[in-house]
């Protein structure tokens, strides 16, 4: 059992460049999750898709786009990368169903460190 | 101000000490609570789950949840060097679809 699935691990860019982060998990989670995590600033929500098909913006969205792909996958793409994108990126995703006490805890990926040059 | 709030540390201790990790939150609405620990250069991993007020204890961990003074804890007996990591704790109302984290506190405990 996997869990989920992060690739690449790390990633190295040139201003300008573009790329598509990718997650896979094997959990039949319904919902997927991407934060990037930067020192003194914790995990900040990038974009979320709460069930396939759908996709919502988090905390940090601009400059950022996402696809879910199918229940498994959620890719998130950044089209001119920035050195400001320069972060570790985390994919997660749990079993929410609203309104059961289900466990709503997450389960993360091993992170994508990129640099942006 | 941030829904939750953490103190990011970093916190030294001597093995064999006991710890405790505290957040404070906002939103009278969160019902369910979690704990993180987060190694260098790996993913968070759950370490503790409670639903509403009162204690939860997992080996040498317990978890406390004080919903009138929106105050939660992590204590860690008998610490030893491998619980050093970084700790987030995390958050989610009832009907809620995502977490709220906070930022983490690092913890090394030292030989």
Redesign the interface.
Known sequence: NAG?TQTPKFQVLKTGQSMTLQCAQDMNHN?M?WYRQDP????R?IY?S?SEGTTDK?EVPNGYNVSRLNKREFSLRLESAAPSQTSVY?C?SSD?R??V?S?????????TRLTVV | QKEVEQDPGPLSVPEGAIVSLNCTYSNSAFQYFMWYRQYSRKGPELLMYTYSSGNKEDGRFTAQVDKSSKYISLFIRDSQPSDSATYLCAMITGGGNKLTFGTGTQLKVEL
Do not use: E
């Open positions: 989920v919902s999750y003194g600033m914790g995990l929500l979320y709460a988090g985390f997660a929410l609203t309104g006490r466990n709503y805890g997450y389960t993360f990926g091993s992170g």
